[in-house]
């Protein structure tokens, strides 16, 4: 009888302290996953995670993800709660060229909404750092060939 009353008040009261995740957390994992995914250039398992209105133009910005632009590190920098169903997410990208050797950095804001019931993609647009990683076009440096460095071979007979 003693063990009965301790286990039912123990499940009684284990249970109250699992609660679900706050729309902080969920907002990051969404903007997580979405980022992460999209990086090699796959976009057909995220576009469902982006509004319908910006779906198209987040295709388009993403064209040359996994071609000519490689995605290095993705890391959510900032997430702030407007309220229960906005959210405004920093994110920083870490990215080559495949054409260059230079690793550039790029922050971007995105805005999440969560009105349907699962948090989408709603706007995005980059506030600092390296052009080109959504397309943009940007002048390359094409040095001058240098001469050759080497001395002249001298063959001993």
């Known amino acids: 009888m003693i063990r009965r009353a301790i286990g039912l008040s123990l499940l009684a009261f284990g249970s109250s302290c699992i609660q679900p995740p706050g729309p ?3 907002a990051g ?3 997580r996953e979405l980022n ?3 990086r090699y250039g796959e976009l057909s398992g995220v576009l469902g995670m982006t509004a319908t209105g910006v ?3 987040f295709v388009n910005r993403r064209a040359e993800w996994g071609k000519m632009v490689r995605v290095v590190d993705v890391e959510l920098a900032a997430l702030t709660l407007e309220d229960r169903d906005r959210a405004n997410v920093l994110i920083d990208f870490s990215w080559t060229r495949a ?3 230079t690793l550039k950095t790029t922050r971007v804001l995105q805005g999440w909404s969560n009105e349907t019931g699962s ?4 706007r995005e647009k980059r506030v600092s750092g390296d052009l080109g990683l959504f397309g943009e076009a940007v002048a390359t440096l094409d040095p001058a060939p240098r001469p050759d460095v080497h001395f002249e071979t001298k063959v001993i007979r």
Request: overall charge negative; glycine content about 6%.
């Open 24 to 26: 902080a957390e969920t």
């Open 29 to 31: 994992d969404a903007a």
């Open 36 to 38: 992460f995914t999209s």
């Open 99 to 101: 054409d260059q050797g």
């Open 119 to 122: 948090w989408t993609l709603v």
């Open 55 to 57: 779906r198209d133009e």
